[in-house]
């Protein structure tokens, strides 16, 4: 799927067929498997584009339904789509039913190339780095819950470690509203992330149901890691080992665990709290 230069001169094509290529193509990035060979992705939605937008990304594909981007917000994004050199597609409401999402379907929706950023080098760790560590994350609501919340705190970023689910999946997309743009996100494997962790300068701080420090009465010293489990076995015991600190959320139900999204939020907010003013 790559930018056609016929476009930006020509105006947008016109697709009416369920059959063409490149509606087949936008809905087979919905597998996972499609989206690691192309390295792209699909966001839906003007506010969620104009995030990519003002974050400096570039579509190479914009799909709009016909005559929705005649002022505004649309219109603009169809003018940055075409600027980028951005395939643009206007589309019938049943082609745009095939590959937008099917709740809260948006009238917009764009292609871009995946991102993923390299581990901070030694040394490239300025004082108040706040990187998000997951363990093994498996659902893609979660992350992309975690991904927006890092983005509110003004984290580095967001290290996935080991089978993690995809950040560029549709659902992890949504869930970001727009911060996947914001936040770098980088990919290790358990053993890639265990040798970098040494050269790590500051506290590494992991969240786990076993700890007996309450979350709240640490001081959290900068730079700092957070790691956290993944939703079903929780923190491993190579990254428990790994930690200088463990701490837990208190829970006064019967429950035995806080959902991730949550734990990590609470954790985020303790950690920046001296940091975030209104
Ligand atoms: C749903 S929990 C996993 C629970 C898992 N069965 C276990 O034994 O750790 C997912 C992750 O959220 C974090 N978490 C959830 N509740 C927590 C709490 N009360 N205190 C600290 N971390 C918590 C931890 O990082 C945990 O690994």
């Not at 476009?7 to 499609?34: D, F």
């Not at 649309?74 to 075409?82: F, Q």
């Not at 490239?124 to 998000?132: A, E, K, N, Y």
């Amino acid at each position: 799927m790559k930018p056609r230069a016929e476009t930006a001169r020509g105006g947008p094509r016109v697709i009416t067929s369920l059959q063409n290529e490149r509606v087949k193509m936008i809905r087979a990035l919905e597998m996972r498997k499609v989206r690691r060979e192309t390295g792209q992705f699909t966001a839906e939605g003007a506010s969620v584009l104009v995030s990519a937008r003002d974050a400096g990304w570039k579509p190479v594909l914009l799909a709009f339904l016909a005559g929705s981007t005649g002022a505004g917000v649309p219109r603009d994004l169809l003018g940055w789509a075409t600027h980028a050199g951005a395939e643009c597609l206007e589309v019938s409401a049943a082609v745009l039913g095939k590959i937008a999402a099917k709740d809260n379907p948006q009238t917009m929706l764009a292609v871009f190339e995946q991102r993923w950023a390299e581990a901070p080098a030694p040394g490239d760790t300025p004082g108040d780095s706040l990187w998000v560590v997951l363990e093994g994350v498996r659902d893609p609501g979660n992350l992309g819950t975690i991904i927006r919340t890092a983005d509110a705190v003004g984290a580095s970023g967001i290290m996935l470690v080991g089978n993690c689910a995809d950040p560029y999946s549709r659902e992890a997309v949504r869930a970001t509203m727009g911060s996947v743009f914001g936040v770098p996100l980088v990919r290790l494997q358990l053993r890639e992330f265990l040798a970098w962790v040494q050269t790590w300068p500051g506290e590494v701080v992991g969240t786990h149901l076993a700890a007996t420090d309450d979350f709240r009465s640490a001081a959290y010293r900068a730079p700092t890691l957070l790691l956290m489990g993944s939703e079903g076995p929780g923190l491993s015991a190579e990254l428990a080992a790994v930690c200088s600190r463990t701490v837990k959320v208190p829970m006064a139900g019967r429950l035995d665990s806080l959902n991730l999204a949550v734990a990590t939020a609470l954790v985020l907010y303790e950690i920046r709290k001296d940091r975030l003013s209104l």
